[in-house]
Nanobody, 122 residues
Framework: QVQLVESGGGSVQAGGSLRLSCAASRETYKRNCWGWSRQAPGKGREWVASISTGGGTTRYADSVKGRFTISQDNAKNTLDLQMNSLKPDDTAVYYC???????????????WGQGTQVTVSS
């Protein structure tokens, strides 16, 4: 199993920034992409962004495009999500996830971290 551990959550005022990190370990060969999803209180899980480990192809949800940037360090097996211009609607538990990349579907997540809370106040 791929093990994923997130860090970097916290509380910030609207308009502020936070950076989330994720470290992958164990059987990392089982994934060729990873990314982030989030779940707000009372809502379903929402995909946020993905990146392929090979070519570094990125995809973003429309709700975060232009504000969030996903990046990786393959040598260290780490993934980051830089979140700028945060809004109260970005408040959620953010999950690091990993899986396999499909041309038509992007990254299909199969492994999940425990999540880290991000709270944005107005």
């Amino acid at each position: 199993q791929v093990q994923l551990v997130e860090s970097g959550g916290g509380s910030v005022q609207a308009g502020g920034s936070l950076r989330l990190s994720c470290a992958a370990s164990r059987e990392t060969y089982k994934r060729n992409c990873w990314g982030w999803s989030r779940q707000a209180p009372g809502k379903g899980r929402e995909w946020v962004a993905s990146i392929s480990t090979g070519g570094g192809t990125t995809r973003y949800a429309d709700s975060v495009k232009g504000r969030f940037t996903i990046s990786q360090d393959n040598a260290k097996n780490t993934l980051d999500l830089q979140m700028n211009s945060l809004k109260p609607d970005d408040t959620a538990v953010y999950y690091c996830a990993a899986g396999l990349w499909y041309i038509t579907r992007g990254c299909e997540f199969a492994y999940w971290g425990q999540g880290t809370q991000v709270t944005v106040s107005s």
